[in-house]
Each structure stands twice: as C-alpha cells, then as structure tokens.
C-alpha cells in the first residue's frame, strides 16, 4: 500500500542544499528525489537515535527500542552494542529468562 504524500514547504539552510546538489549530480536525480531520499535517511537515524536513548534511560525495553527504531530486536542490540550502551536487564533477569528457555527447549 502506498503511504499518503503531500506537499511540505521548507526553507533549508545553505549547507543541506550544497550536500543535496552534490549528491543529485553524482546519481542523476531530480533535486526532489534527493531530498526526500536524505529526508528519509535522516528519520531513520533519528528513529534510531531515539530508540537507543530511551532504552539508555530504562525509559523503554530492548522490544519498543527495536520498534521505535522500525527494526528487529536482533539489529536493535547490534546497534547498542556498536554504541557501547549497555544493558537494562539485570543478572537476576537474565537467569530468569535463560531458565524459562531452557524449560522451553525441554518441552519441544
């Protein structure tokens, strides 16, 4: 399904747009693609960003950070772990979790 577009004025300071010509010459693209192509870049760090940092500040769990960010759990703790944040589950929740999979496995 494709999303709603509509029409957004903004002005963009002088470096934004250098950068975007730049790169529209290099790929031979209109200057609208270009921005709506870093534009989007540009949320998905965002989205990123943010859901590392609420999960820095226990503010969400490893699975609203992952879906703020728009992506699996699995990239998500990829992501922390290049960043250097560390983790919210304590040792008594990891041998919770590491009993209750291992009771899982038993009875598969």
Do not use: C
């Not at 029409?7 to 921005?35: D, H």
């Not at 490893?62 to 699995?74: D, F, H, N």
Request: proline share 2%; hydrophobic share 40%; charged share 35%.
């Amino acid at each position: 399904m494709k999303m709603r577009e509509e029409v957004v004025s903004v002005r963009l300071e002088g470096e934004v747009l250098k950068y975007a010509e730049q790169r529209r010459k290099e790929e031979k693209v209109p200057m609208s693609v270009m921005i709506r192509k870093l534009l989007a870049l540009g949320v998905e760090y965002e989205r990123l960003r943010r859901g590392m940092e609420l999960y820095r500040d226990r503010k969400a769990s490893l699975g609203k950070a992952g879906e703020i960010a728009g992506i699996p759990v699995t990239q998500m703790m990829d992501w922390l772990i290049r960043f250097g944040v560390k983790s919210n589950i304590t040792l008594e929740e990891y041998r919770a979790g590491l009993e209750h999979a291992r009771k899982a496995l038993r009875r598969s």
